[in-house]
């Protein structure tokens, strides 16, 4: 049963924005941790952001800080990646991820450990 679909990936110049959706299950959506991860070609994976908790808390690599926003929409099970101002460093297979196998979202987030991950939407921002 695929659990996470992603969609919204592109090829977008620089200073551009894309917006990443990803279609959940009801199991992998109602989980305390979700977010996304990258992997660029050659480097490791990357956490991008997350949200956690009943309140919606997030968590952003610093990197992105400020150009990018995660959101969730529970009504329809569907999690979001709002990626603004893009360089040609956020060029990367972006992964849509839930239920973070760590004791908290946090560290699930900085290792990059989840249990359930969708097949990736690609992201090519060009110069």
């Not at 917006?19 to 991008?48: D, H, M, N």
Request: charged share 20%; hydrophobic share 30%.
């Amino acid at each position: 049963q695929v659990q996470l679909v992603e969609s919204g990936g592109g090829s977008v110049q620089a200073g551009g924005s894309l917006r990443l959706s990803c279609g959940a299950s009801e199991y992998a959506f109602r989980t305390t941790c979700k977010g996304w991860i990258r992997q660029a070609p050659g480097k490791e994976r990357e956490g991008v952001a997350a949200i956690f908790g009943g309140g919606g808390g997030t968590l952003y690599a610093d990197s992105v800080k400020g150009r990018f926003t995660i959101s969730q929409d529970s009504a329809n099970n569907t999690l979001y990646l709002e990626m603004t101002s893009l360089k040609p460093e956020d060029t990367a297979m972006y992964y849509c991820v839930a239920r973070g196998l760590r004791r908290s979202c946090g560290h699930s987030f900085s290792k990059g450990d989840f249990g359930v991950w969708g097949q990736g939407t690609q992201v090519t921002v060009s110069s």
